[in-house]
């Protein structure tokens, strides 16, 4: 079943790549490219899945993270945080404002095809 | 009065008294004449009127005599006498008074000069000693100047005030003020200058700080308690401050009053700057290096994986990924070039950290926010062990900022704190209830400046969170109904575990003592050497029993050092011993030493080598010192070891001092000379005791003429036989 997916990054190079994937997994695909255009986004699309990156301009990932968990009504979007940060505290400090999965870059695009699966309960 | 007028008024009182009785001789001789006498009388004496009239006047003249001879004898002789006093107490010591008067004013005067003969001898004594005093501390000063000019650092030494009370050429070098913007050399002033405040120069919160941690220390009986922070100079330069503290002298210094005992702090000053431009490099290197290459990295090899996943994918799409990958390898190319010649331009100030227990910092902050804040703190679940490496004054203008907008803007009104690992880091949780934040407030509070607790800080919270390469969050604990704002900070190792003071109590500090350069070689052989200047070993053991031949044996051995005077509480030897027999339950009652503890412990040819090099050049000095004496000589043929050292025995000291005395029992010894008994019966706690009384000792020996060496051992084989005698 298509699910809605959005995807929060500001390198475009990235974006590409991961959106090729999501709509190859069938899924309706949204791209924002700052944690601003990212929330409105939240409430416009209302995506059940978002790929977010942790450093964009205007709004951090953590913080985007925290106002989502924060509105009961997005309680369902599951949150996955990809991120060129990779230490322990980052990752502890990810899962703490609430994100669901925590992806260091670079990558394995298998292994994100996997998480996403898994977070949509397919 | 006037000394004529009064010589006037003695001299007319005096002749109208004897005018008065000799015409009331007169009046009384005329009442017995009958009256044919006194017709005849009458005529005859109205004639001579005149001359019975010069006759009275010219009385006059020998009672001035008389009354002027009176006044010199009674009256000027004891002026004088006092005028003598003045000029001899106030002006010229060597005056003495010149016998005059009677012969009880001259005896008087005598007298007076006698006593001021003493004086003045006592003022020239006192003179020389101040002299001799002066000249000592001047010699120190000298000593202390030379090795401080010579010290590679920069160092400043200040009384508690902040007044400066000594520094050295380079620490006057390193902190100057620019004059102009510019900061031409040659146009700048120090700021560093003798009674000069140090808070011109470093902020003075920072220093009080910094004192805190002190006194902290101090009371955990750390070490070496110093307590490091980092500021830049008026002239912008990064400076590391090492701050050490100055103590007092006062005997009583206990662990509690440490407070009390700080009487001045020393700076060493360092200047970083060099240093951590070069680590900032290094680290921002790094950061690029890792960091920035992430994103690179990952665009590069999703799109790979996507090509090698896709195979059927149109060909737009395949060189739409392709020009993605020429793209990021370029860019990464160029990132590692840019990175070798741009990252020395783009620094950021990193600060150095130092070790810092949580457990301390999170009671520094909690000072902080009740005495500054005014909300009530506690503690919830905090890790003692907790170790972390911090700029203790940022974190804790931070922690002291967050409490202070909870309470301004959300009325919060207790706060509790919680310290525990979480892998590399330890998580400080802020707690409190009631009050559930916005993402947008807690951002805001992270990037304001910090205006906390009365004083402007630069920082924002964030910034003191990236100095500390520390994360902060804002959480929840729904079941609770508790909010936190958890910050993560790298733990580290101590530098050093808090140690344990011997339990005495310390006199000064006694990590230098410029007296031992007046010490001619330790030759302590020589019984003409003074007692006050020798170095002694104060020992004692514990046995198995009383019976040295007998069988019984030591078990333990401590010892402290007394040198110049002064007992080095930091310098003792204690050693437990495997007696290799049975610990009597009586023995182990009496020294607290279980047969348990000897275990493992090594044997008296082991440790007996080691205690002899531990009292090398040193008077042996012991209470009952034959008893512990026999134990060590009996052990020579078996271990090899000898102990030929000079004997000085307290009990028999003691007996020399109070000859009537009967008690002369350690105990008894040390109420008599004020010592407190601290950790009795043990052979550190007695040796020690025994060492404080020692000391105590050697002023009321040099009473007794009992000065050196040779003279106390005499004197001590004389109280030893004549307690033989009794």
């Known amino acids: 079943m298509a699910k809605r997916i959005l995807i929060a990054d500001d390198e475009p190079n990235i974006v590409v790549s991961l959106e090729f994937l999501m709509k190859k997994m069938g899924h309706v695909v949204r791209v924002a490219s700052n944690g601003e255009e990212a929330l409105d986004a939240v409430g416009e699309f209302n995506p059940d899945l978002i790929l977010l ?21 997005w309680k369902g979007i599951k949150i996955v945080m990809l991120s060129a940060k990779g230490r322990e505290i980052e990752v502890n400090k990810g899962m703490a404002v609430g994100a669901d999965a925590y992806v260091t870059k670079p990558f394995s695009t298998r292994e994100l095809v996997a998480k996403v699966r898994e977070l949509l309960g397919e | 009065m006037h000394g004529k007028v009064r010589f006037a008024l003695v001299l007319g009182a005096s002749w109208g008294v004897v005018v008065l009785a000799g015409a009331a001789i007169v009046l009384l001789a005329a009442a017995d004449l009958g009256e044919a006498e006194r017709a005849l009388l009458g005529p005859i004496l109205r004639e001579r009127a005149p001359s019975l009239t010069l006759a009275t006047l010219l009385l006059l003249v020998p009672l001035a005599f008389i009354v002027r001879a009176l006044c010199r004898r009674y009256v000027t002789a004891p002026a004088k006498l006092v005028e003598d006093a003045h000029i001899m107490l106030a002006a010229n010591p060597s005056h003495r008074a010149s016998p005059r008067g009677s012969a009880e004013i001259r005896r008087l005067a005598a007298g007076l000069n006698a006593f001021a003969d003493v004086r003045e001898s006592l003022l020239r004594d006192v003179d020389a000693r101040v002299r001799e005093a002066n ?14 000019s010579e010290l590679a650092h920069s160092v400043i030494v200040c009384n508690v005030e902040g007044r400066i ?31 000069r405040s140090v808070f011109a120069i470093f902020d003075r919160n920072v220093i009080i700080h910094a004192l805190e941690t002190l006194h902290d220390r101090l009371r955990q009986r750390t070490r070496a308690p110093v307590a490091s922070f980092v500021a830049a100079t008026p002239a912008g330069q990064l400076v590391r401050v090492q701050m050490a503290p100055v103590r007092s002298t006062a005997s009583d210094r206990t662990a509690e009053n440490a407070r009390d005992a700080v009487t001045g ?26 960091q920035g290459t992430r994103a690179s990295l990952a665009s590069m090899r999703a799109a790979i994986e996507t090509i090698a996943s896709f195979p059927e994918m149109d060909q737009e799409a395949r060189d739409r990924f392709v020009a993605i990958i020429g793209e990021e390898a370029r860019r990464l190319s160029a990132c590692l070039d840019e990175t ?4 020395a ?77 979480a892998g590399q880091f330890a998580h400080l949780d802020v707690i409190w209830s009631g009050a559930p934040l916005g993402v947008e407030t807690t951002m805001s509070w992270q990037t304001d400046p910090m205006a906390a607790g009365g004083e402007a800080s630069p920082l924002t919270l964030k910034q003191v969170i990236e100095r500390h390469s520390a994360e902060i969050w804002y959480q929840i604990h729904k079941p609770s109904q508790r909010e936190y704002f958890r910050i993560a900070i790298p733990l580290t190792q101590p530098e050093e575990a808090a140690w344990s003071a011997p339990a005495v109590g310390a006199s000064r500090p006694e990590f230098y003592d410029f007296d031992l350069f007046h010490q001619s070689g330790q030759r302590p052989e020589q019984d003409d050497r003074a007692l006050a200047q020798l170095s002694y070993t104060v020992f004692d053991t514990e046995t198995t029993g009383l019976s040295p031949s007998g069988g019984d044996e030591i078990v333990s051995i401590g010892a402290v050092r007394v040198v110049n005077g002064r007992l080095l509480d930091h ?26 503890m000897l275990e493992h412990q090594p044997t008296i040819d082991k440790v007996l080598p080691a205690f002899l090099a531990f009292c090398e050049d040193t008077v042996l000095v012991a209470h009952n010192a034959a008893f512990d004496m026999r134990f060590l000589h009996l052990k020579e043929e078996a271990t090899g070891v000898r102990f030929t050292h000079p004997v000085l025995d307290t009990l028999l000291l003691s007996a020399a001092i109070h000859p009537q005395l009967e008690s002369h029992g350690l105990e008894a010894i040390a109420e008599r000379m004020g010592v407190n008994p601290i950790g009795r019966h043990t052979a550190l706690g007695d040796a020690i ?38």
């Open chain 2, 165 to 195: 009370l000594l520094y050295n050429a380079r620490a006057m070098q390193l902190l100057r003020k620019p004059l102009d913007e510019a900061g031409a050399p040659g146009k700048a002033h120090s700021l560093v200058g003798l009674g």
């Open chain 2, 345 to 421: 331009d783009s620094l950021r100030t990193e600060w150095p950290l130092e070790d810092m227990r949580g457990s301390d910092l999170i009671a520094a902050a909690r000072r902080r926010i009740e005495s500054r804040v005014g909300v009530p703190t506690k503690l919830e679940k905090v890790d003692e062990s907790i170790w972390l490496k911090v700029d203790s004054y940022s974190l804790m203008q931070g922690i002291a900022y967050l409490v202070k907008r909870l309470h301004d803007e959300f009325g919060i009104r207790e706060i509790r704190f919680g310290l525990e690992a």
């Open chain 1, 53 to 73: 990156d942790i450093m964009m301009p205007r709004m951090s990932g953590f913080d985007l993270c925290q106002t989502v968990r924060e509105n009961p009504a």
């Open chain 2, 689 to 726: 005791m025994t060492g404080e009384i020692f000391l105590r000792m050697i002023p009321l020996l040099a009473q007794q003429g009992i000065r050196t060496l040779g003279q106390a051992r005499a004197a001590s084989r004389t109280t030893y036989l004549a307690r033989i005698e009794y």
């Open chain 2, 135 to 148: 000249e000592h501390i001047e010699e120190e000063r000298n000593r202390l100047a030379a090795l401080m």
């Open chain 2, 340 to 343: 070798g010649s741009e990252f």
């Open chain 2, 265 to 290: 702090f020393v700076l060493v000053v360092d200047n970083i700057t060099r240093r951590i431009e070069s680590g900032n490099r290094r680290d921002l290197l790094l950061e690029t290096l890792t």
């Open chain 2, 571 to 596: 310098e003792v030897f204690e050693q437990l011993i495997d007696p290799q027999r049975d610990m009597s339950p009586e023995a182990s009652r009496i020294t607290g030493i279980e047969a348990s």
